[in-house]
Structures are given as C-alpha cells and as structure tokens.
C-alpha cells in the first residue's frame, strides 16, 4: 500500500470535505456516479426537497463538513 501512495503523490489534506469524498468514493460509490451528482445536482440557486427531514440532516452534515 505504501508502494501506490508514494507511486500517486503522497497527497495529504486537512479539509473534512476532502476526507468525505475520497473515502465515499474509495469504499461507497463508483467515482462516475459521484461526478453525475456534481454534474446534475449542484447548480441550482433553490433545490426543492422532497423529504424535509432528509434535507435538514442534509444541512447538518454539510455544516459539520465546513467546520
């Protein structure tokens, strides 16, 4: 494992953000389905929600996330 870290820049961060997608996208998600989200989904000025309590704890983690 040390081998490909070196090999791919032993790239470091401190952003939570950061955190949160590489490890979605390493263990969770296919990285095609990560980008059709920030693709389809993250432009709008007013997105409706349909699941109120859904988007709130939407809100919450996006708040953690920003420190």
């Not at 490909?4 to 389905?33: K, Q």
């Not at 980008?35 to 809100?59: C, F, P, Q, R, S």
């Amino acid at each position: 494992m040390h081998d490909l870290r070196v090999r791919s820049g032993e790239v470091m961060s401190d952003d939570p953000l950061v955190t949160f997608l590489y490890v979605l996208i390493r263990d969770h998600l296919p990285t095609g389905v990560v980008e059709e989200i920030v693709e389809n989904h993250t432009y709008h000025e007013d997105m409706k929600y349909t699941n109120g309590w859904l988007a709130e704890y939407a809100k919450d983690l996006a708040a953690r996330l920003k420190k």
